[in-house]
């Protein structure tokens, strides 16, 4: 049974820090690009970061270069989203994503606030 599940999310206040976690199971990590993606209320789903199954290539959307960092850990099943200098339009629910040929599996999100 493949799963992904979401930690670490919360309400922070601006300017502050998180740091996410998706641990999986059910299938063979270190063959997956693994995404972090989230979603605004009221807008589409948007990716925000990337990295290759071996973890040396990595991909950030515009809006987040220079303050998210994106990694992995092949031995724990485990990918991280370090989120520094958090703004309000940071808000959103985000999801971890796994990607391999015809595979695409889906966390079931956290929800990340960034208000004073």
């Known amino acids: 049974q493949v799963q992904l599940v979401e930690s670490g999310g919360g309400l922070v206040q601006p300017g502050g820090s998180l740091r996410l976690s998706c641990a999986t199971s059910?299938?063979?990590?270190?063959?997956?690009?693994m995404s972090w993606y989230r979603q605004a209320p009221g807008k589409e789903r948007e990716l925000v970061a990337s990295?290759?199954?071996?973890?040396?290539?990595?991909n950030y959307a515009d809006s987040v270069k220079g303050r998210f960092t994106i990694s992995r850990d092949n031995a724990k099943n485990t990918v991280y989203l370090r989120m520094n200098s958090l703004k309000p339009e940071d808000t959103a629910v985000y999801y971890c994503?796994?990607?391999?040929?015809?595979?695409?599996?889906w966390g079931q999100g956290t929800q990340v606030t960034v208000s004073s």
């Open positions: 059910g299938f063979t990590f270190s063959n997956y690009a």
């Open positions: 990295i290759s199954s071996n973890g040396g290539t990595t």
């Open positions: 994503n796994a990607w391999h040929m015809k595979y695409d599996y």
